[in-house]
């Protein structure tokens, strides 16, 4: 047995004395890392090698009443190197359109104009889609996870497989769409459709969102939370109070090309989840807070207004918007922009020549390179300047685009026109106020279209003023303002001003507009009965705008009482009369009234 022991010491002795030569183990391959050139994001990662999944986040509110918190289907479409251990940003969007939407029945607006003693309820009449545009796919989700980006998809409560009620840019819509970058961060649960756990480890948890119409209001809607992680919003044609969306200053005003939709209409659109009846007593009381009546500012209303809580907002914010967009209007963009600069915010903003549209149409790779740059600095934090620089970039009548240092042109000032005698076939307009009182009148027409009117000859129901052919290109950069002296032949009226601009043809083209119900002539939160015959001093807010006029075309205000693309619509024959000595058009002029004088005057 010794013999046995010793032999076998040997033997280890002998071998530990011969060196030991040991292959290396294959190491773990390093998983591709994000590239930045130019203070860009390269495409280094396959847009097709992903991993996707499919998590419900709990958001805190039970806006269904089951007892419960309400779900929010996500989707998640991350690059696979998040498998091995890379930890990437997300780009988010949410959505109530996903899942498409309902056949629904706008509002009748061919109906009279109510005081507040008679309200009758609102009555349905043509089918419509309705709401802003949905995007049934997103064409930047391959650009993004090429680059080293997440995209996470979420459906709105009430809509697709999230649970919930819809309701039109109500808090809880809100507080869902919040509720999945705290779960990007940790501070929110989710599960599979197994019920199992779902975190989200793969992240830094630095979040973007971004999207056009419903999906671009959302951002807005969630910056004003000041959640932790959201670093930065793209919105693009989006709402920032829905009071103006539906409104206007106490009118029931359309958007563009939906005529008597209205935040019943759109929740009842976007409620594609599979069961419905739990909601629907949420949506009728939609139907009656929304008081297509009055058009009265409410606390239904203010829960809709973004504006009020911008002081929470942290993350930076390029805006996006359309100067021909007539279904979130200019308005929209203009107050949210406004708020935001005086609150400090990092912001830059795009405006282009066309409508309700993403600039990715419009201008693909410029817009790219600076969504590229924005989303690399604010989420990847390179330092890239894309903060710095030139705060405007804004497309041309001509379609040219150039840089400014800011919107609206710091150079720009209030400058007044005056209306002058002869407004039933054509006024003058000009810088010299009227040395005498002078009365006209006009008839409503509500069947005439607004274009229609602003190019007859003559007319009895409408007022037409212009100033002479410009002798200089004439730009008015932000929100004109146009006020009026009216007396009523009724109690209850819509009033319109339109702001056009006459070419040498003489045909005349709108270029913004603005309404308002003279039964709120003191506040849009109170409805005061006209008195008829007694003269009042109003206000119409023209929707912003940047254009220039060219030399030798004239500057021109109509005004008319109910526009038939926009107001409800009553029958033909009210009417008001408009004291010219009292009313004047002010408008946002670069170069101030000097340049005003040199044009027109």
């Not at 009620?165 to 599979?192: F, M, Y």
């Not at 932000?478 to 070419?503: H, I, M, Q």
Request: charged letters at 20%; proline letters at 7%; aromatic letters at 8%.
């Amino acid at each position: 047995m010794r013999r046995a022991r010793s032999a076998v010491a040997g033997a280890l002795t002998a071998l530990l004395a011969v060196p030991l030569v040991v292959s290396p183990a294959a190491a773990e391959p390093e998983p591709p890392a994000p590239v930045f050139v130019d203070g860009q994001a390269q495409p280094v990662f396959s847009p097709t090698d992903v991993v996707r999944e499919s998590l419900w986040v709990s958001a805190p509110v039970d806006s269904d009443n089951d007892g419960k918190d309400d779900l929010v289907h996500v989707e998640v479409v991350r690059p696979r190197a998040t498998e091995q251990g890379l930890r990437v940003p997300v780009v988010y969007q949410a959505s109530p359109y996903y899942a498409g939407g309902n056949d629904v029945e706008n509002h009748n607006v061919d109906v009279e104009l109510n005081v507040p003693d008679n309200r009758p309820g609102p009555k349905v009449a043509s089918t419509s889609l309705g709401g802003p545009n949905p995007a049934i796919t997103w064409r930047y989700e391959q650009y993004f996870t090429a680059r080293g980006f997440a995209v996470v998809y979420a459906e709105s409560l009430g809509s697709g497989l999230s649970t919930g009620c819809p309701t039109s840019g109500g808090r809880n819509e809100t507080i869902g769409a919040r509720s999945v970058i705290d779960w990007l961060n940790g501070r929110a649960p989710a599960q599979d459709s197994a019920g199992t756990r779902v975190t989200a480890g793969w992240t830094t948890g630095k979040v973007g969102m971004m999207g056009v119409s419903y999906n671009g209001t959302l951002p807005n809607a969630v910056a004003t939370t000041g959640v932790q992680g959201l670093e930065t919003i793209v919105p693009i044609a989006a709402i920032s109070s829905w009071y103006d969306y539906y409104r206007a200053d106490g009118a029931v005003v359309a958007p563009g090309t939906f005529q008597g939709e209205d935040v019943d209409v759109l929740a009842k659109y976007v409620h594609t989840r599979a069961d419905r009846t739990a909601c629907e007593s949420v949506i009728n009381d939609l139907t009656v807070e929304q008081d297509r009546v009055t058009g009265d500012y409410s606390n239904f209303w203010d829960e809709r207004n973004y504006l009020n809580d911008v002081r929470k907002v942290r993350a930076s914010v390029l805006a996006v918007h359309g100067l021909n967009d007539w279904n979130v209007k200019m308005t929209h963009v203009a107050q949210w922009y406004e708020a935001i600069k005086k609150q400090g915010v990092e912001h830059k903003i795009w405006l282009h020549q066309s409508g309700h549209a993403d600039p990715y149409s419009l201008r693909r790779d410029p817009w790219l390179i600076t969504l590229n740059k924005w989303f690399s600095h604010y989420l990847y934090g390179i330092d890239n300047g894309a903060q710095n620089g030139p705060r405007l970039t804004i497309q041309r009548e001509d379609k040219t685009w150039v840089e400014e240092p800011e919107w609206p042109a710091p150079s720009a000032s209030l400058a007044t026109l005056y209306p002058g005698a002869g407004g039933v076939t054509s006024g003058a307009l000009t810088i010299w106020r009227p040395d005498r009182r002078v009365v006209e009148s006009l008839t409503d027409d509500a069947s005439k279209l607004a274009e229609t009117l602003a190019n007859a000859p003559t007319s009895p129901n409408r007022l037409v003023y212009l100033s002479r052919p410009s002798s200089t290109p004439l730009r008015f950069s932000g929100k004109g303002e146009v006020y009026l002296r009216l007396s009523f032949t009724r109690p209850a009226a819509n009033v319109t001003a339109l702001l056009v601009d006459r070419g040498p043809d003489g045909k005349s083209t709108v270029v913004t507009r603005g309404w308002t119900d003279p039964q709120n002539r003191k506040n849009i939160s109170r409805t005061e009965t006209i008195q008829p015959g007694k003269s009042y001093d109003l206000r119409v807010d023209l929707v912003p705008d940047d254009y220039v006029l060219p030399a030798g075309h004239q500057l021109g205000l109509v005004v008319l009482s109910s526009d038939n693309d926009y107001t409800l619509r009553p029958a033909p024959g009210a009417g008001f009369s408009v004291d010219l000595k009292g009313s004047n058009l002010t408008l946002p002029v670069v170069g101030g009234l000097e340049a005003l004088k040199t044009a027109v005057g």
